[in-house]
């Protein structure tokens, strides 16, 4: 097996994807399974349960299993400038 080495001058960054298997109830008390999409590594059903709470209109959900997707994606570092949006430039002061 051929160990790959990454190829210098790159950026790169993982992205992760957090499945939520939920249940809630609706205004007749019955139970809804649906799934739910979180950007981000969610690591527990607590922390997961409250993100799909934040944002769902009903609050009352419930988070009974999660799994995570991830990949890594990289680009060049001249294109990253050549896209990125500019937020500060520092400069170094010579002693």
């Known amino acids: 097996m051929v160990k790959q080495s990454k190829e210098r001058g790159r950026i790169g960054r993982t992205f992760y994807k957090t499945y939520c298997d939920c249940r809630m109830l609706n205004e007749h008390n019955d139970i809804i399974q649906y799934d739910f999409v979180l950007d981000g590594y969610y690591n527990d059903k607590v922390k997961a349960q409250n993100a799909v709470s934040k944002l769902c ?38 002693n």
Do not use: Q
Not at 72 to 80: E, N, R
């Open 57 to 94: 209109p009903n609050a009352s959900v419930m988070v009974v299993n999660i799994t995570h997707t991830s990949f890594y994606a990289s680009m060049p570092i001249d294109d990253f400038l050549k896209y990125a949006d500019l937020i500060g430039e520092e400069v170094a002061e010579e």
